[in-house]
């Protein structure tokens, strides 16, 4: 079983960069692109539906997990 995450926002692309080994730009991950990458050690399918919106595709056991990454993570662009 597999949890979807579905990400957007105006820093998704800066805190997915932190987190996989892909080059996130435009020219190389452009809408309608999905892949098999590693994110916190946890194998996950990653993919652009639109320009702005991300999704994770993580297995069930991991989703909290990676979760609790993601918003460690994204606390370098918290506004407190």
Do not use: E, K, N
């Not at 991950?29 to 946890?42: A, K, N, Q, Y």
């Amino acid at each position: 079983a597999r949890v979807v995450l579905v990400l957007t926002g105006d820093h998704v692309r800066d805190l997915l960069v932190r987190a996989v080994p892909l080059d996130l730009r435009d020219c190389a991950f452009d809408v309608g692109h999905m892949v098999s990458t590693p994110l916190h050690h946890i194998p996950v399918l990653l993919a652009r539906p639109t320009l702005t919106q991300w999704v994770l595709i993580v297995p069930r056991s991991y989703a909290r997990s990676m979760v609790d990454h993601l918003q460690h993570v994204s606390d370098v662009f918290s506004t407190a």
